[in-house]
T-cell receptor, first 116, second 115 residues
Framework: AQTVTQSQPEMSVQEAETVTLSCTYDTSESDYYLFWYKQPPSRQMILVIRQEAYKQQNATENRFSVNFQKAAKSFSLKISDSQLGDAAMYFCAYRTYTGANSKLTFGKGITLSVRP | DGGITQSPKYLFRKEGQNVTLSCEQNLNHDAMYWYRQDPGQGLRLIYYSQIVNDFQKGDIAEGYSVSREKKESFPLTVTSAQKNPTAFYLC??????????????FGPGTRLTVL
């Protein structure tokens, strides 16, 4: 079974600084997807960024980028120029590549606070 | 507006009672999911449905039941058999597509409290 581990329960960053959130996963598959979701205090889950395992190029979305290390099974999220609105819980998630029944497996999340 | 609607936002139930959480979508997505979120935990899958009139158990299905009579609706019933039902419940749909375009989208959630 696949597992996703987010070992840091909390992190803090100064506004305008850069922060990196860590995620590791365990799988025996070679093709899969990885995601980062944001859950602000409203508790609405928002997709931040996604990565296909077969792509070597790291995904980027504006201030958000990932460092995908397939051999190490690591998928960290970097937030540049942190803003107060980035304060939220962030979840890393894994999904198998194929099959109509492929499901998301989530890590336990990390709470990010942003200091003004 | 297109989207996923969950109602009610807050729900209180007396111990021993069944309660049904609503999830409606107008995104025309085939797949729908129910997740449970507890403090300090990630999301855990309860049930999912790929098509109408078909659904599968997730990782923590005991004490829950679902139905999928319409594409737009996927209600979740929390039964009295669920030992610890107080939690935040999230409904999601999946947009069909290629590669990472095949993505899950989430509703606003329902907070269930057992008194």
């Amino acid at each position: 079974a696949q597992t996703v581990t987010q070992s840091q329960p909390e992190m803090s960053v100064q506004e305008a600084e850069t922060v990196t959130l860590s995620c590791t996963y365990d799988t025996s598959e070679s093709d899969y997807y990885l995601f980062w979701y944001k859950q602000p205090p409203s508790r609405q889950m928002i997709l931040v960024i996604r990565q296909e395992a077969y792509k070597q190029q790291n995904a980027t979305e504006n201030r958000f980028s990932v460092n995908f290390q397939k051999a190490a099974k690591s998928f960290s999220l970097k937030i540049s120029d942190s803003q107060l609105g980035d304060a939220a819980m962030y979840f890393c998630a894994y999904r198998t590549y194929t099959g109509a029944n492929s499901k998301l497996t989530f890590g336990k999340g990390i709470t990010l606070s942003v200091r003004p | 507006d297109g989207g996923i609607t969950q109602s009610p936002k807050y729900l209180f139930r007396k111990e021993g009672q069944n309660v049904t959480l609503s999830c409606e979508q107008n995104l025309n997505h085939d797949a729908m999911y129910w997740y449970r979120q507890d403090p300090g935990q990630g999301l855990r899958l309860i049930y999912y449905s790929q098509i109408v009139n078909d659904f599968q158990k997730g990782d923590i299905a005991e004490g829950y039941s679902v139905s999928r009579e319409k594409k737009e609706s996927f209600p979740l019933t929390v039964t009295s058999a669920q030992k610890n039902p107080t939690a935040f419940y999230l409904c999601a749909t999946r947009r069909p597509g290629q590669g990472v375009e095949d993505t899950q989208y989430f509703g606003p959630g329902t907070r269930l409290t057992v008194l």
